[in-house]
């Protein structure tokens, strides 16, 4: 650390530890050329009383799970944070000088798995709410199953004017109060200012009365003053039946010499004038930069004796558990592990004709209940159609009287619940999934995307899966949804052929540590097929393979198909008399993409290259695996209203129509070839 040195700021050490915080800010964003200081600099009192005085956390162990948890939704403002970690310990004067630089632990918005003490990727506005509520959602959920004595953090984050503006904080926020997170604090810090200027330019909302309305307990304070802060911290910490609002007016960029309300400090360093005159008027040396004096990182650490005993006692607590309880031993396996059990009992479809593949999911699902008690989620207002009913009858739902129920009944509110999952599984020990219509994954993109960049492994359960949704008509049948889903990195896709298939994605999603996994399932009964006749469906976890031909046998035409039109792909193939045809069905292009080399070759022969893909919906993306020789059938179109096999006939998903166009094509390709 830099130099002691005799600083003139008016105060006490408090005072001079926001000053240093301040300076710190300035400092990385000026080196940087780039950042956003004006919030980070209106925040910064009530972020540093919470760290110093009330925040549980190791200060040798980052990950120690009890910790309170603390969510920046304003990850613009990441500064704050780093300073703050950099204090703490986590972080180095180094990484602060790196600032937003390829490589670093400080990158411009907060990742989580980067940074040490980093819990969530922020940045996308409104985010960070939702995320909060899932970790306050998985506090309750995990006390009840290895006790409150192991398990009794509380949960808080820092929004600003600009969070409560995206409805997927607003609509998490009613949800919380629904629930009833008691020991859930948000703290709204409310600078009135945003990029564009004012915020009364866009919004004239009563923050107070509307979370009011959500069942929230709500204070408001001057954001600056410490002994307001501390006070409503206390207050929000004893209010135990409802989650707690804090809103602190405060300045944007206070404290700078000249340009405290300035709309221009949200997204851009101050000039080098400005911050040596706000240096001295925080009684900085103006001419150092990264100043931490020894004064003030002693008094910010003052209470670190404290908060090791804290964990010293808690691990002490936790091995008492585990020496003396059976049961809990096996659960606290469960929770921190989220081993599976080395014999899952799934449900046997062997004797089944028939099953939508939703309905075997909620079949899974259910059974699945009392073998897996960290196994929760819920659906956005879809349970008969998600088929999560059996799963909410066995579990109960989640609620401030039933905290031990396990379903999260979300409403109507797809993205809060993307949110929400993200922060359930970022918590860590639980296993998460939504629910909702495959066309309304659209409503929860954005939280998918955060879902994979955080490598977390949310469930989510996407059903009624194509254009055989019916009569609901084009707003409810997907067509792109598919194809946009497979476009995000580190994001595991399935859509599988029938109920067999359906039982191993969903041990397979179970199984998946870094990365989320979609099920796309349909709404149609679809046949089981008979695996003691056709290869056995735990191939799906390679995600392609040849389900009908001889694999030792080059093909003539191989025929691709995902989910429903798997069968679609046997009954076409059957109409050739003639020719060889291999059947490969491929539920997860992911998958497949990541087998090896050798494997995928003997699936897809190079030169095979009559292949033909059969998908109800986009044809996008399926060029990768048929080829400049073979085509793709699908569905470039939005769809229409009508039953289901009117449709079926009218876009020509019928063997009927499939087998002579594919003959037609084939001997096409023969003659191009010959000639």
């Known amino acids: ?29 000026r080196k940087a050329n780039s950042g956003h200081p004006g919030g980070a600099m209106s925040s910064a009192d009530y972020a540093y009383i919470l760290f110093k005085e009330f ?42 000088k790196q600032f937003r630089q390829y490589g670093s632990l400080t990158p411009g918005h907060p990742e989580s798995g980067l940074t040490p003490g980093v819990e969530a990727t922020t940045g996308p506005l409104g985010q960070g709410v939702g995320m909060a509520g899932g970790m306050a ?18 949960t808080y984050v820092l929004a600003g004017d600009g969070d409560l503006q995206e409805p997927v904080a607003l609509g998490a926020a009613a949800l919380m109060g629904h629930l009833g997170l008691g020991r859930l604090i948000l703290y709204y810090d409310r600078n009135r200012v945003q990029i564009s200027g004012p915020i009364s330019r866009a919004d004239s909302t009563d923050i107070a009365r509307v979370f009011d309305g959500f069942g929230w307990h709500v204070l408001e304070i001057d954001g600056h003053n410490h002994r307001q802060i501390r006070e409503a911290i206390v207050a929000g910490q004893k209010e135990t039946g409802r989650p707690t609002i804090i809103i602190g007016d405060t ?65 002490h607590k936790l091995e008492e558990k585990l020496g003396s309880d059976g049961k809990f031993r096996q659960l606290w396996d469960v929770v921190r592990s989220k081993k599976l059990p080395a014999q899952l009992r799934i449900p046997d479809f062997s004797n089944v004709e028939s099953l939508a593949t939703r309905a075997a999911f909620g079949k899974v699902l259910a059974e699945l209940a009392d073998q897996l008690p960290n196994l929760t989620g819920g659906s956005a207002d879809l349970e008969p159609s998600n088929s999560t009913r059996a799963f909410m009858q066995k579990v109960g739902d989640f609620s401030r009287e039933n905290p031990a129920g396990r379903n999260l009944a979300f409403g109507v509110r797809e993205f809060p619940m993307g949110a929400m999952l993200n922060g359930m599984a970022l918590h860590g020990g639980l296993y998460a999934f939504g629910a909702t219509f495959l066309v309304f994954a659209d409503y929860e993109r954005p939280a998918l995307r955060l879902s994979a960049m955080q490598k977390v492994p949310v469930l989510h359960v996407f059903t009624h899966d194509s254009f055989y949704v019916g009569e609901d008509g084009p707003t409810h049948q997907p067509v792109e949804q598919l194809a946009s889903l497979r476009a995000i990195p580190n994001f595991l896709v399935i859509r599988p052929a029938d109920a067999t298939e359906t039982a191993v994605a969903f041990q397979v999603a179970l199984e998946q540590k870094e990365r989320p996994t979609a099920l796309a399932l349909t709404r149609q009964s679809v046949p089981v097929i008979n695996r003691s006749e056709l ?80 998908e109800a919906g986009v044809t996008f993306g399926w060029e990768k695996y048929t080829g400049l020789n073979g085509f793709v059938y699908g569905l470039n179109r939005y769809g229409n209203s009508a039953p289901f096999k009117s449709l079926e006939e009218a876009y020509g998903f019928t063997a009927e129509n499939l087998a002579p166009l594919i003959k037609e094509k084939y001997l096409a390709y023969i003659e191009r070839s010959i000639f």
């Open 251 to 315: 300045t944007m960029a206070r404290g700078t010499a000249t340009r405290e309300g300035d709309p221009e400090t949200h997204g851009a360093p101050l000039p080098p004038e400005e911050i040596a005159a706000t240096k001295r008027k925080l009684g900085l040396p103006a001419d150092e930069t990264f100043y931490i004096p020894e004064e003030v990182l002693w008094h910010f650490q003052s209470r670190f004796p404290q908060l090791k005993q804290m964990e010293i006692d808690w691990q």
């Open 535 to 614: 290869p056995s469906a735990d191939n799906l976890r390679k995600g392609g393979y040849i389900i009908y031909g001889n694999e030792n046998e080059k093909p003539d035409i191989i025929l691709i198909a995902t989910g429903s039109e798997v069968h679609l792909a046997l009954r076409v193939a059957a109409a050739f008399d003639n020719y060889k045809v291999r059947v490969v069905s491929m539920p997860s292009t992911e998958l497949f993409d990541e087998q090896p080399e050798d494997y995928r070759l003997k699936i897809l022969p190079p030169d095979v290259q009559f292949r033909v893909a059969i």
């Open 55 to 96: 925040l549980n956390f190791s200060p040798g162990n980052p990950d120690w799970f009890n910790r309170d948890r603390f969510l920046l939704s304003a990850g613009h403002e990441s500064m704050l944070l780093y300073s703050l970690l950099t204090l703490i310990g986590y972080l180095s004067i180094e990484d602060l």
């Open 137 to 154: 959602v998985a506090e309750v959920m995990l006390s009840q199953i290895l006790g409150k004595e192991i398990m009794n953090h509380f």
């Open 1 to 29: 650390m830099n130099k002691e040195r005799n600083i003139n700021v008016a105060g006490n050490l408090d005072q001079k530890a926001v000053a240093v915080i301040k300076g710190l800010i300035l400092d990385a964003t």
